[in-house]
């Protein structure tokens, strides 16, 4: 019995974690968003999501800038986030499913098994 609940554990846990991943990528918002100091045209900061023309995004790690990206790299950036998120919470959804399957199946009686 008690074996049964840690094997439930070990997939309903990642199985969850995986639905709410997904679920977040797929409601994800399109809104380029830059996650330092978003710079327009005419070189001043702007607050707010970047817009096609925005000259650039300092990328900062803390209060570090790490680097630099166009409104199209963080376009992609944020594109590609989303697509691993997506995959990956669809894996652990899989996996979850499929040893919440396992274990419910190993635990039928018998006679139910027919």
Known sequence: MKHSVVLVILFAVPGLWGAA????????????????????????????????????CAVLDGSVSVGTRTYEQQRRVQSLE???????????LAYGTAGGLLV????????DRD
């Open 21 to 56: 991943t997904l679920g977040s990528a797929l409601t994800a918002s399109t809104d380029i968003v830059c996650p330092g100091e978003n710079v327009k045209e005419d070189g001043e900061e702007h607050p707010g999501p970047m817009r096609p023309g925005d000259t650039g």
């Open 82 to 92: 989303r697509r691993e998120d997506a995959m990956t919470g669809a894996l652990l």
């Open 104 to 111: 419910w199946r190993a635990r039928r009686p018998e006679s």
